[in-house]
């Protein structure tokens, strides 16, 4: 899932998330996306159930060795408004990552979320496959706070866990987001167009680890 073009925010914090986050979480991709994206609108609804369903997966990424969740704080009110999820997979690891962990709820629209995971799950093992990698599952910043350079530190810090660990990374990103990952030396490795009304197109990238 794509993250938002944004330009600087210096009081809002950076941070690995910790379970005192996850309430506000809960609701980060509706913020998010929804006001923009009616394909994740769609398929994401804001409702009690996937409200739950956020905060069991952001719970259990917290405590997941293989997972860095990192968030921006607005230190104003102690809310989560951006999240970068990034999964380190392993070589011969197959699928979406988080995304193929959960059993759906009856909120779900099942065909387009289908659609949206066995896409990023097939080109990322098309590209992926045979070597270990990081996975970006989620990145998105509240669209009111769009504009002030949060995504750019999120996924400025992300592409530092990667070279870090020397590991490129993989991301499935919306069409208007392409230039903001270019920018980040993310180069791209395919595209698909989402079933349904909106031609929602995604795009494959992949930034080589810079060490």
């Not at 690995?16 to 980060?28: G, Q, R």
Request: proline residues 5%.
């Amino acid at each position: 899932m794509p993250g938002q073009v944004d330009g600087s925010s210096a009081e809002v914090n950076v941070v690995e998330a910790s379970k005192s986050n996850v309430p506000s979480l809960s609701t980060i991709v509706a913020r998010s996306f929804h006001p923009v994206n009616p394909y994740i609108k769609k398929v994401l609804p804001d409702t009690g159930h996937l409200r739950a369903w956020w905060s069991t997966i952001f719970t259990d990424e917290i405590n997941d060795n293989k997972t860095r969740l990192l968030s921006a704080i607005d230190p104003k009110n102690d809310t989560a408004i951006a999240v970068l999820s990034m999964r380190r997979m392993a070589a011969d690891d197959k699928g979406a990552g988080t995304w193929n962990m959960y059993e759906l709820t009856p909120d779900h629209d099942v065909e387009g979320y289908k659609a949206m995971i066995d896409s990023m799950g097939e080109h990322r093992e098309r590209l992926m496959l045979g070597r270990p990698h990081f996975l970006i599952q989620l990145f998105g910043v509240d669209n009111t706070y769009a504009g002030r350079g949060i995504g750019q530190r999120l996924l400025a810090r992300s592409c530092e866990i990667g070279d870090a660990d020397g590991l490129d990374i993989f991301v499935q990103a919306n069409a208007s987001a392409r230039t903001f990952y270019w920018k980040q030396g993310f180069e791209v490795g395919g595209e698909e167009v989402m079933p349904g009304e909106t031609h929602y197109v995604e795009y494959m990238l992949v930034r080589p680890c810079k060490t």
